[in-house]
């Protein structure tokens, strides 16, 4: 069977890439076995600022295209016209680096209840890294686009489609003319196959899958792509306007051809009927401890609870840290590096008793929007939001309650003694 045999290339790659990142990532439950799905191995991923190749996670749904950079090209299509050589795109224009903090929009989807299928990621679909490349400003200027008007940039993939849906997501021309770029290297090291090799869009603070690999086209458009508008057969607008929408069980989405408010949780506080997943909501997750023994107990006794927090295009405000799985919180210190679109590192220095403790975390952004506490059940669509839980949805996106990640712990000496006698 062709599917079968798809699944077995599949699962060789996965293992292939498992291999090559010595094991910093793992596979995570794919119920419909669609993806090629890795995650950060350990929580330790989440104590650092950079995340080193080796434990940046993997998402997407078809073969990695047989990519050779000296051939590649990106076309200009929409209002633009033209096309890109890689040398073009590394020679002709400025080089930058950004810091962005990925996370999979489907992140915390394996904390919905009921299951809601699909890929059953915890929270190990999170990572920052640094990504050289050329600004989308600098392309766009050079070809006659400086101002938004409303428009949208449409970033095509050159992955082989699976059915007839070719990978397809517009991203608001003014964001693409703030900070995005189409990068070529990551972490200083030439793009991986698996990350996008020869060229993929970074956008800045945004949801994975704006974050299109294996960049062919770049299309600015009057709307988002919707079914038909690309210039190509096929499916056009699944992975816009299908899925990676937030919305309750059972409801199709209509497919807009624009909206006004592109802020996640502006759109799930109403401002969009099934919003789409724009920016990350805020977010934080714990490192350290990472749930693995023993835990680390200082000379001063003390034990540091690090993590990272992010909240899209906004900032962080504040991270505060329960040792007591919810009963009190501590204000946790910011600390590092401040990246717009990329996470910050949080510390709180804890007085640990032996025993079993629950830690969690929890940030608000700079316009106080807090994590909820939990996920909602599968009725309460936006009435979630008022008792502090996060709406259930059938897909599983966006998802940043705080409980379902706190981490689990025994504190003892390393003689297994009391820490605190
Ligand atoms: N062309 C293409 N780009 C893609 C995808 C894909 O399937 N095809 N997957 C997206 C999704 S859903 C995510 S979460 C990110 C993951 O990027 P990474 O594998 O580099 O971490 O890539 C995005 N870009
Ligand atoms: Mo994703």
Redesign the pocket.
Same mark, same amino acid.
């Given at each position: 069977m062709a599917t079968e045999r798809a699944r077995e290339a599949r699962h060789r790659e996965i293992d292939a890439i498992v291999e090559a990142k010595a094991g910093g990532v793992a596979e995570t439950r794919d119920e419909a076995d669609k993806y090629t799905v890795l995650g950060a191995a350990s929580r330790r991923t989440f104590a650092n600022w950079l995340t080193p190749i080796e434990e !940046?996670? @993997? #998402? !997407?749904? %078809?073969d990695i295209p047989d990519a050779d950079a000296d051939a590649w090209t990106v076309s200009l299509t929409g209002g633009l016209e033209g096309t890109l050589s890689m040398a073009d795109v590394r020679d002709e224009y400025p080089t930058v680096a950004v810091a962005h903090t990925?996370e #999979?929009?489907g992140n915390g989807r394996g904390q919905h209840r009921p299951e809601t299928g699909s890929v059953q990621w915890d929270c190990e679909?999170a990572?920052t890294a640094f990504w050289t490349g050329t600004p989308v400003s600098s392309i766009l200027r050079d070809h006659g686009v400086s101002a938004s008007d409303g428009r949208w940039l449409t970033a095509v &993939?050159g992955?082989p489609s699976d059915g007839d849906d070719v990978?397809a997501r517009s991203i608001p021309l003014e964001k693409a003319l703030d900070d995005c770029l189409l990068a070529y290297e990551m972490n200083g090291e030439p793009l991986p196959r698996? !990350? &996008?090799y020869p060229v993929r869009l970074i956008v800045p603070g945004w949801? &994975? @899958?704006n %974050? @299109?690999?294996?960049v062919e086209e770049l299309r600015v458009m009057d709307s988002m792509v919707t079914e038909g508008s690309l210039e190509r057969p096929g499916e056009h607008a699944y992975w816009q306007q299908e899925s990676y929408r937030v919305h309750p069980e059972g409801v199709e989405s209509n497919q807009n051809k624009t909206v006004d408010t592109y802020d996640t949780w502006d759109q799930l506080e109403g401002a969009v009927e099934h919003p789409y997943t724009f920016d990350a909501n805020v977010m934080s997750l714990i490192g350290a401890p990472s749930g693995e023994s023993p835990v680390d107990v200082r000379p001063d006794e003390m034990v540091e609870v690090r993590g990272v927090a992010w909240a899209g295009d906004d900032a962080v405000d504040r991270v505060q840290v329960s040792t007591d799985g919810g009963d009190t919180w501590n204000d946790a210190e910011l600390f590092g590096p401040d990246y717009a679109g990329a996470w910050r590192l949080f510390r709180y220095d804890w007085d640990a008793r032996p025993g079993r403790h629950t830690l969690l975390s929890r940030a608000a952004d700079d316009l106080n929007r807090r994590q909820p506490s939990r996920i909602s059940g599968p009725d309460a669509w936006r009435d979630a939001l008022e008792t502090d839980e996060y709406p259930w949805n059938e897909g599983g996106y966006a998802a940043n309650a705080y409980e379902p990640n706190g981490v689990d712990i025994e504190v003892r000496t390393d003689n297994g003694k009391d820490v605190s006698e």
């Open positions: !940046h996670f @993997v #998402c !997407h749904r %078809n990925m #999979c929009a679909a990572a &993939g992955d990978f698996e !990350h &996008g949801y &994975g @899958v %974050n @299109v690999k294996w």
